[in-house]
């Protein structure tokens, strides 16, 4: 049973285009939404994440979007860059088990220059 | 500098025979977990550990043994692969006094059984 459900499984988009990633999740427990990037050969790395007390979060280039009433959340990329080409993974966790990560079955995204 | 890391980054190996995937952490994480990664399913959890002598199941634990018997190691071992476990295998860490949860993960293990 896939918990979280993420799509698309692969994106391409031009250099300034704003690729966006979408996630859904079940688990009405879940209250914690991290977004992994990885590039080949290197293992995840946290990227952002956000709680459910707010319905958006940027960091630079990166924002969550949460609509907890739908389960869902999402990653905005904007003016992506060839170097954001990589796979991202969203996740989700219960506050005090948020070790335990439930992870999205992964986006490949390519930024073409 | 702070990292987790796995040996062999590259192994190949026939179906049966025993091996031990080994991860180790300089951060001082109480946290340990390894993860499975396969195309189109993600990452799942194979096993991880809250702390030394304490570890658990995961989602996809079959086939798979842990310890952890110091703080800093916690290695994977397959008593007898089977092809279904060729796969990446990653290992994380995580510590507690991390407000963000943030998991470290090693640079993966790339594991063909055959």
């Known amino acids: 049973q896939q918990q979280v459900k993420q799509s698309p499984q692969s994106l391409i988009v031009q250099k300034g285009g704003i690729p966006i990633i979408n996630c859904a999740y079940e688990n009405t427990a879940f209250d914690y939404f991290p977004w992994y990037q990885q590039f080949p050969g290197k293992g995840p790395a946290l990227l952002i994440a956000?709680?459910?007390?707010?319905s958006e979060k940027k960091e630079g280039r990166f924002t969550i979007s949460f609509n907890k009433s739908a389960k869902q959340f999402s990653l905005h990329i904007m003016d992506s860059q060839p170097g954001d080409s990589a796979t991202y993974f969203c996740?989700?966790?219960?506050?005090?088990?948020?070790?335990?990560?439930?992870f999205g079955s992964g986006t490949q995204l390519t930024v073409l220059p | 500098e702070a990292q987790v890391t796995q040996n062999p980054r590259y192994l190949i190996t026939v179906t049966g025979k025993k091996l031990t995937v080994t991860c180790s952490q300089n951060m001082n994480h109480e946290y340990m977990s390894w993860y499975r990664q396969d195309p189109g399913l993600g990452l799942r959890q194979i096993y991880y550990?809250?702390?030394?002598?304490?570890?658990d199941k995961g989602d996809v634990p079959e086939g798979y043994k842990v310890s952890r018997k110091e703080k800093r190691n916690f290695p994977l071992i397959l008593e007898s692969p089977s092809p279904n476990q060729t796969s990446l295998y990653f290992c994380?860490?995580?510590?507690?006094?991390?407000?963000?949860?943030?998991?470290?993960f090693g640079p993966g293990t790339r594991l063909t059984v055959t």
């Open positions: 956000i709680r459910p007390d707010v």
């Open positions: 996740a989700a966790a219960i506050s005090g088990s948020a070790r335990q990560l439930t």
């Open positions: 994380a860490s995580s510590g507690a006094t991390s407000g963000t949860y943030e998991q470290y």
């Open positions: 550990s809250m702390n030394v002598e304490v570890t």
